[in-house]
């Protein structure tokens, strides 16, 4: 089974930076790894759905961002560590939320609904 835990969350000031991993574990019932599928991160403010952020195919080639964090954050992996990465600059106030790794989407990365692994989530809070 899949098992995704994510670090590295915390408080920040406004205009500052955190990173965020993604180590994973595990293999799918398809016999997937980490390292054959693609990955993403999400995150959820309270009162609100839980949105996209940014996702990454299997090796790293193809990257989606959401246009609210589009130049501000950069998703990364490494295959050979099992972990997947998350950097956050110039981070606002409405960057507050906790931020949810997933894999292995039977589809479109951007979707949390084709996602069925999820980590427990990191709390990010950024002060103004």
């Known amino acids: 089974q899949v098992q995704l835990v994510e670090s590295g969350g915390g408080l920040v000031q406004a205009g500052g930076s955190l990173r965020l991993s993604c180590a994973a574990s595990?293999?799918?019932?398809?016999?997937?790894?980490?390292?054959?599928?693609?990955m993403g991160w999400f995150r959820q403010a309270p009162t609100k759905e839980r949105e996209f952020v940014a996702a990454?195919?299997?090796?790293?080639?193809?990257?989606y961002y959401a246009d609210s964090v589009k130049g501000r954050f950069t998703i990364s992996r490494d295959n050979a560590k099992n972990t997947g990465n998350l950097q956050m600059n110039s981070l606002k106030p409405e960057d507050t939320a906790v931020y949810y790794c997933?894999?292995?989407?039977?589809?479109?990365?951007?979707?949390?609904?084709?996602?069925?692994?999820w980590g427990q989530g990191t709390q990010v809070t950024v002060s103004s």
């Open positions: 990454i195919n299997w090796i790293g080639t193809i990257t």
């Open positions: 997933a894999g292995d989407p039977r589809g479109d990365m951007k979707n949390p609904q084709l996602y069925d692994y």
């Open positions: 595990g293999r799918a019932p398809s016999g997937r790894t980490f390292s054959n599928y693609a």
